[in-house]
């Protein structure tokens, strides 16, 4: 049984970082793809960047978050990380972690079939 669970979720002015982990559990990771989606209130859930997680590890980013935010991986905890920088209140959602078998990239969400349970995520003006 695959399961993701996120953390590092919080409320930050603008201008400020956060970091968000998935630790992921149930199988072995190295033929995945994980992705960071992001679903503010009354929006559809939006793709923010993935990583593969074998050994080239390339990773793919929104152009909204190009430059802001870095995806990165820890494969000895299993874990994949969200470091976001220079927040705006935009940025504002509830972020969630999703796998999917295969390193091909992509964007929509309904291609992800694990996900974790979300963390929230404030950004303050």
């Known amino acids: 049984q695959v399961q993701l669970v996120e953390s590092g979720g919080g409320l930050v002015q603008a201008g400020g970082s956060l970091r968000l982990s998935c630790a992921a559990s149930?199988?072995?990771?190295?033929?995945?793809?994980m992705g960071w989606f992001r679903q503010a209130p009354g929006k559809e859930r939006e793709f923010v960047t993935l990583?593969?997680?074998?050994?080239?590890?390339?990773?793919y980013y929104a152009d909204s978050v190009k430059g802001r935010f870095t995806v990165s991986r820890d494969n000895a905890k299993n874990t994949v990380y969200l470091q976001m920088n220079s927040l705006k209140p935009e940025d504002t959602a509830v972020y969630y972690c999703?796998?999917?078998?295969?390193?091909?990239?992509?964007?929509?969400?309904?291609?992800?079939?694990?996900w974790g349970q979300g963390t929230q995520v404030t950004v303050s003006s």
């Open positions: 999703a796998a999917r078998l295969g390193i091909t990239w992509s964007v929509k969400y309904d291609e992800y079939a694990y």
């Open positions: 149930g199988r072995t990771f190295s033929g995945y793809t």
């Open positions: 990583i593969n997680l074998n050994f080239l590890g390339n990773t």
